[in-house]
């Protein structure tokens, strides 16, 4: 299995940021992997757990994101999608998306995207 993730590198700050995690060797829909996560690694901080959706489609996010935070999918392409709302230079991260058994650790990690907010 392989995930791709994809998006703009620079956002302006208020603006939303999208990103979509391109899926292949495995169905999102399947329970081969329970979990389709969404985790952050802003300069010189550890990681920071952002959300999952379940094979199913349900979703959980962090409490502290949940207000700004949203994932979805487009099952007929095999992908996922973190959108992040009223954006700030404090979202600025290497964004990984990942699939996992459980929702908050993937067992299998895409290889990350910079995203810078700046003016």
């Known amino acids: 299995v392989q995930l791709q993730e994809s998006g703009p590198g620079l956002v302006k700050p208020s603006q939303t940021l999208s990103l979509t995690c391109a899926v292949s060797g495995v169905s999102i829909t399947t329970t081969t992997y329970y979990y389709w996560i969404w985790i952050r690694q802003p300069p010189g901080k550890g990681p920071e757990w952002m959300g999952a959706?379940?094979?199913?489609?349900?979703?959980y996010y962090s409490p502290s994101l949940k207000s700004r935070t949203s994932v979805s999918r487009d099952t007929s392409r095999n992908q996922f999608t973190l959108q992040v709302t009223s954006v700030t230079p404090e979202d600025t991260a290497v964004y990984y998306c990942g699939a996992g058994i459980t929702s908050i650790v993937p067992v299998v990690w895409g290889q990350g995207t910079q995203v810078t907010v700046s003016s």
């Open positions: 959706m379940r094979y199913s489609g349900s979703t």
